[in-house]
C-alpha cells in the first residue's frame, strides 16, 4: 500500500509539499521509508546487525532524503 502524507509527517516530521509529493509519488510504503529513514541516520548500527543493505525503492528514497552536500 502507498504512503500517504500523514505517514510521512509521521515518520520524517514537518517536511514540505514538494517533498511530500515526491515521496508520495515513488509508490513506497511506510515500511520501506522507515527503512530508508534508518539507513540514512543509522547505517553503521543496520550493518553491524547483519541487515542485507537496502533495496531499488529503500535506496531511492535515501537518495530524496539525504541533504545536498550544499546543505551541509
Known sequence: MA?????????LGPVD???VVELMETGASAEELREAWGWLHNDEALMGAGRPLPGTR??????????????V
Open 17 to 19: 509539499d514538494e517533498l
Open 3 to 11: 504512503i500517504t502524507r500523514e505517514e510521512i509527517i509521521s515518520i
Open 58 to 71: 529503500v535506496g531511492r528514497l535515501i537518495e530524496m532524503l539525504e541533504p545536498d552536500e550544499d546543505e
